[in-house]
């Protein structure tokens, strides 16, 4: 049966005026083999393969793009976490900073957004190199600009490494101070339960599960879902579910094709696609939006929790029917900076950050893009980053956090990061009484019971 | 013989103020790329005049750019909105 008119008009509509597109495409990238005991062989073999490999996205992603119809915003290449790479290498600072500067190089030369990769899996223990590279964060993040970086700090199975999250406290500040607004701190998540598949920044990278090269696609459309829930005002919350499955099946489908095509185009594996709803600072384009379109008087006020866990669950439903491989995050992101009803309810004194938190114990993904000031005691960003994890490995999710101190910047005042990265108010948070104590034990938080399932 | 190309269906769309002329021009571009036009849907929704209308380009002479190219060119002439798109996205997202 040909398509319709009004079918053709639907989707038309969706990528016009409703911001529908593929979000973006990332190629994850296996440099296992290229792990060497001499640095600059590593760096050219690393730099070869993601040129290559990144430009061949580009390409085949135009076409693509072409004839579809359907923006595909970003192209994104993530690789094997760095920490592995650098394990026969010298444990200097300096030598993972070149190996920063060596992929960001290349992902220029590529011309992809971001390269995602440079950080470790550390939820247990970290190993000696591992260590270097978190060590070398502060420095590496902010002296390139396409490098994302990402720390697994915790998960279901192992608990959550506490030596780590001490650690990473000061890396964030460090890396904060070194960073214009402290903007360095956007490209780097820390996780609970890091999904090895992931196409979105900052926490995408290539598992040491994957094969050698993997295509994992982001779709969204936040504003779509918005347009459908705005224009059944009436309706039930059980029929109110099924209108938001329904359009998450045909935004999914899209993606799974263009995504199944692109990865037959670069004959390369096809891996996943990420349902995630990913806001954008454009008008409409906010999951702040879509809970308000559902009759949430402003986003974090009493009546929120459930909304967004109604919206998660149906999005999860349809994006499972649409495809078989649905996978990475596949959560609703709610970053702070990067959406205009989120950014609303902070400076209307609706949304906190212990709502926010509240928030991701049903959204995954966890406390995304938000401010704080830039004198936040290390020990302090390390309690936040302790409590979000233990939300993920406490309910066998993924949760993360990226933070950014603003130097300078007062509870209340509005940061703007400018770009994708939109602008955020910088939110109050409890410094007369801390936690200094209970983190500085370190240590191991023990996995919890449901991890013993065998 | 030549091996004959596959079929390749693409929708193309159209929005703006009804006039005349606005198929035969379609039309005579389509031609001028030996592109055969398969079906034609025409309405008025929401006060707007839209139509789709399916085409084999399968023989085009032109590629998928270069004919996006053409159409973009109509439709400024003619003050229309014009896209093209592969079928394909369409079933994918509509049909199960």
Known sequence: ?454 | MPEQKASQICIVTVTGQDRVGIIAKLATTMAKANINIVDVNQKIMEDTFVMTMAVDIGQATMSMGQIKKQLDQVGRQMALKITIQDESIFKAMHRI
Request: with cysteine.
């Open chain 1, 1 to 454: 049966m040909r398509i319709s008119v009004e079918e053709v008009f639907e989707t038309l509509g969706m990528t016009l005026d409703h911001h529908f597109d593929i979000r973006t495409v990332t190629l994850g990238i296996n440099l296992k083999d290229c792990i060497d005991r001499d640095l600059d062989w590593l760096m050219k073999q690393v730099q070869a393969r993601i040129v290559e490999k990144g430009q061949l996205l580009n390409h085949c992603a135009d076409a693509l793009e072409q004839k579809y119809g359907i923006p595909i915003t970003n192209r994104r290449v993530s690789i094997t976490p760095a920490s592995l790479l650098l394990e026969p290498l010298p444990r200097k600072t300096i030598t993972a900073v070149k190996l920063a500067k060596a992929l960001d190089a290349a992902a220029k030369k590529a011309e992809v957004d971001f390269l995602g990769g440079f950080g470790a899996m550390v939820q247990k223990g970290m190993t000696a190199a591992e260590e270097n590279l978190i060590d070398s964060i502060p420095e590496a993040l902010s002296q390139t600009d396409r490098v994302c970086g990402f720390l697994n700090l915790a998960s279901t199975a192992a608990g959550i490494n506490m030596n780590a999250v001490v650690k990473v406290g000061h890396v964030i500040r460090d890396l904060a101070h070194r960073s214009e607004k402290g903007i360095g701190c956007a490209k780097l998540a820390v996780f609970a339960n890091v999904p090895e598949d992931s196409p979105f920044m900052a926490g995408a990278h290539h598992g040491v599960g994957e094969p050698d090269y993997s295509l994992n696609i982001g779709i969204s459309g936040p504003g779509v879902v918005r347009n459908v829930v705005a224009q059944n005002p009436d309706c039930d919350l059980t029929q109110l579910s099924e209108v938001i499955k329904r359009t998450v099946f045909k935004i999914t489908r899209a993606g799974e094709l263009i995504g199944r095509e692109l990865a037959g185009l670069m004959k390369v594996d096809f891996g996943i696609v990420d349902i995630s709803l990913a806001p954008t600072t454009a008008t409409g384009d906010s999951v702040a939006e879509i809970i308000e379109a559902m009759g949430v008087g402003r986003m974090g006020c009493p009546g929120t929790t459930a909304a967004l866990a109604l919206l998660i669950d149906a999005v999860k439903k349809g994006g499972a029917m649409a495809s078989g491989n649905v996978g990475g995050l596949s959560g609703t992101f709610i970053p702070v900076s990067e959406d205009a009803g989120m950014i609303r309810a902070v400076r209307s004194g609706t949304l906190n950050l212990e709502k926010l938190e509240a928030l991701t114990s049903v959204c995954s993904v966890g406390l995304d893009m938000f401010a704080i000031p830039g004198d936040t005691a290390p020990e302090i960003i390390s309690s936040i980053i302790a409590d979000e994890l233990s939300i993920g490995v406490a309910n066998n999710k993924t949760t993360s956090v990226r933070v950014v101190p603003v130097p300078g910047a007062k509870p209340g005042s509005i940061v703007h990061f400018g770009g994708l990265l939109g602008s955020a108010p910088v939110m109050k948070i409890i410094t007369k009484v801390t936690s200094a104590q209970f983190i500085q034990r370190r240590g191991r938080l023990p996995s919890p019971i449901l991890a013993l399932r065998n």
